[in-house]
């Protein structure tokens, strides 16, 4: 699977899932396997003003539960989905 129809397939899992807490199994670019509790539809300008569009770079942002700061998903090292009970494996 492509970048392209993975992140067209994450978009309609993220709109599925409707502001619900999600989990994501990445690969981080160093290669490092990461699982993340995350938030979905959540806004950065908490003050300060990202530089870049994440999409443009195929980066997913997500409200990372645990920490509970924003975080930036790889959509290329995303492994799996798991939203309302159902875990999608790209």
């Known amino acids: 699977m492509d970048t392209k129809e993975k992140k067209a397939l994450l978009n309609r899992l993220i709109t599925e899932a409707n ?8 690969v981080k670019k160093d290669g490092d396997f990461r699982k993340f509790n995350c938030r979905m539809g959540v806004d950065m300008n908490n003050g300060g003003v990202l530089k870049y569009v994440p999409d443009e770079k195929d980066l ?7 920490k509970k700061v ?21």
């Open 19 to 26: 502001g619900t807490i999600v989990t994501i199994g990445a």
């Open 70 to 90: 924003p975080r930036m998903v790889n959509i290329a090292g995303v492994e799996w989905v798991k939203a309302r009970k159902v875990t999608t494996t790209f």
């Open 60 to 66: 997913l942002l997500v409200f990372d539960m645990q």
